[in-house]
């Protein structure tokens, strides 16, 4: 019976999966009114950072709910506009820079294990090829080796004076 229930509602099957995919700090466990206690704001403050773009809180059966890692943002939030005197454009143009920071620095660490991986990969195939060299061949120390003499392809291409070449 739950396995049909669960069939029936794909979207909720989702929400639990992403929910198990959390990290612990990402995972929306307060109701706005314990957030708004948790962060020393009052609970309308949060909705109009919500409404500004500037929480995301998590939405279970239709009711918000905050994570610590949306209490520790409201709480920078405070901070840059009480301590600081920035309004709330200039947050949200803050949030939006520490996103990006923080997505380069992912795709920069992704990058970087890859370069790792290629620099293995191209080891592997350099010591794969430096075996497959025939072992019997000796190299021969310069000077020691005679190269047939040939003559020269381009002698009778040159114009005749009647000088006899030597």
């Not at 998590?58 to 009711?63: G, H, I, S």
């Not at 890859?114 to 990969?121: C, H, K, N, P």
């Given at each position: 019976m739950k396995e049909r229930k669960r069939a029936e509602n794909p979207g909720a099957e989702a929400a639990r999966v992403r929910r198990e995919a959390l990290k612990p700090e990402d995972e929306p466990l307060y109701v706005i009114s314990v957030a708004a206690r948790l962060a020393d704001v009052h609970p309308q403050t949060l909705r109009i950072y919500e409404r500004k773009g500037l929480l995301n809180p998590?939405?279970?059966?239709?009711?918000?709910?905050?994570?610590?890692?949306?209490?520790e943002?409201?709480?920078?939030?405070?901070?840059?506009?009480?301590?600081?005197?920035?309004?709330?454009?200039?947050v949200k143009m803050i949030l939006d820079l520490r996103r990006s920071l923080e997505a380069m620095r992912r795709r920069v660490?992704?990058?970087?294990?890859?370069?790792?991986?290629?620099?293995?990969?191209?080891e592997e195939r350099v010591r794969r090829v430096r075996e497959s060299f025939r072992n019997d061949i000796v190299p021969v120390p310069r000077g020691e080796l005679m190269l047939p003499h040939y003559a020269n392809p381009f002698r009778s291409l040159r114009p005749t004076t009647g000088r006899r070449e030597e």
């Open positions: 998590a939405r279970v059966r239709n009711r918000r709910r905050y994570s610590e890692a949306d209490i943002q409201c709480r920078l939030i405070q901070e840059l506009t009480q301590e600081m005197g920035i309004n709330l454009a200039g660490q992704a990058l970087e294990e890859e370069l790792e991986e290629t620099r293995r990969e191209m």
